[in-house]
């Protein structure tokens, strides 16, 4: 691989050892995957932030990286293992709180943005079309190339971290055009309308992608919430972290010739297949976390009402200050349902804890199920709010 005298000099621990570390990181990847140079990334969103998966090894490394590591371009973290502020009241072990502490204490020696989410597109950290960048997280790097047309791989912890530091990535994978074409048409004869829905589509399309890029058509409209949980579910069931949809999303691919038809039985076989029979204990609104349109609309379905199961609801720090500005917080809280920011229901340590759970997302029933056993109920956020509130 062929490297500039700046990354030269980076690889000779000329600019610390943190920098020496994360370009050894980057080249040793680079030759992995047959890129021919290293290209510069004008964002990073860090993934394996919580403690839960970190472990001490996780923990020592960062410290490691932390002690002469500095960001050279914007820097956002996904979700950690609890809310910062809030995480007593979400029943989280102290000891645990402690360790995630010193993991976010960490990245924030290093410049990173300490706020902890899956949508960082909406607190700021919106790449523009064609960037490059090295984002981790499945849905937020789905989100990233298919909605905003920016370009990266599916980036590890590691991975991540060293091009934060360097501000550089390897240039393979996603970063090069002839690999963002879609490889076969899937045609959408089945009415999708809504998050959950989208969310539905995911699975299908995902299941049948098998690591290919799609090109989805037969979508009249979508809404930022309904791309969002289509990033994070085709991801999720096996696509690649790349979709286009016809006239919607902004990237340009030629018409695969290979075409699957994607049924109204098919969407509903998905929906069924994600729901188990019986009631559930708790409730996650927020996979990815919540748009500001969102909590909007979940605070009208709960005014003047009370919770009766635990309902959670996922979202960006800066996004829930707007709701507390506009009135929306004080009625979700009056209601008894808690914000769980900076976390969610799977970096959460929630093993044990619950035995079920209802959810819109069809990313979060995955994974409710494989990492937490939960029985799980897949439906609408208003239905998941009557569940909430016991109509
Ligand atoms: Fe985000 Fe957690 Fe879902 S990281 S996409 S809320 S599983």
């Not at 996603?174 to 089945?190: C, S, W, Y």
């Not at 969102?294 to 379905?301: A, P, V």
């Not at 035995?355 to 609408?380: E, L, Q």
């Amino acid at each position: 691989m062929e490297l500039t005298k700046e990354q030269k000099e980076m690889l000779e621990g000329k600019h610390g050892n943190a920098v020496r570390k994360s370009m050894s990181i980057l080249v040793a990847l680079g030759e992995i995957y047959g890129a021919k140079r290293l290209i510069p990334v004008t964002s990073v969103q860090i993934s394996g932030v919580s403690y839960d998966n970190l472990g001490d090894a996780g923990l020592e490394f960062l410290d490691e990286m932390a002690k002469d590591g500095k960001t050279r371009v914007k820097t956002t973290l996904n979700p950690a293992g609890m809310d910062m502020e809030n995480w007593e009241a979400l029943g989280i072990d102290p000891e645990f709180a402690r360790k995630q502490k010193l993991v976010i204490e960490a990245f924030e020696k290093m410049g990173v943005e300490a706020t902890c989410t899956c949508t960082p597109y909406f607190i700021g950290n919106k790449p523009n079309f064609g960037d490059h960048i090295a984002w981790g997280e499945s849905s937020a790097v789905t989100y990233a190339n298919s909605v905003l047309g920016a370009k990266t791989n599916k980036e590890g912890g590691p991975s991540s971290i060293a091009s934060a530091l360097t501000g550089f990535t390897a240039e393979y994978g996603l970063h090069l055009d002839e690999n963002r074409r879609a490889q076969f048409v899937a045609e959408v004869k089945a009415n999708i309308e809504n998050p959950m829905l989208f969310g539905a589509l995911g699975n299908v399309v995902g299941k049948l992608a098998k690591g290919r890029i799609p090109l989805i058509t037969g979508i009249e409209k979508a809404s930022t919430e309904d791309l969002k949980s289509l990033s994070a579910s085709i991801v999720t069931y096996g696509g690649a972290p790349l979709f286009h949809i016809d006239g919607i999303t902004p990237n340009r691919t030629e018409v695969p010739e290979e075409k699957v038809i994607v049924s109204q039985e098919d969407i509903d076989n998905a929906v069924k297949e994600m729901n188990d029979t019986g009631d559930v204990e708790f409730i996650f609104l927020g996979c990815p976390h919540c748009s500001i349109e969102e909590l909007e609309r979940i605070s009208e379905l709960l005014r003047g009402k009370k919770v009766k199961k635990e309902l959670w609801i996922g979202v960006a720090r800066p996004i829930k200050k707007i709701a507390d500005e506009k009135g929306y917080s004080e009625i979700i809280e009056q209601s008894g349902a808690k914000f769980a920011c900076d976390t969610c229901h799977v970096v959460a340590p929630l093993k044990g804890r619950f035995h079920s759970i209802a959810t819109n997302s069809a990313k979060g029933i995955f994974y409710g199920r494989g990492k937490n056993n939960f029985k799980t109920m897949f439906r609408t956020l208003e239905e998941c709010i009557q569940k909430a509130v016991g109509e």
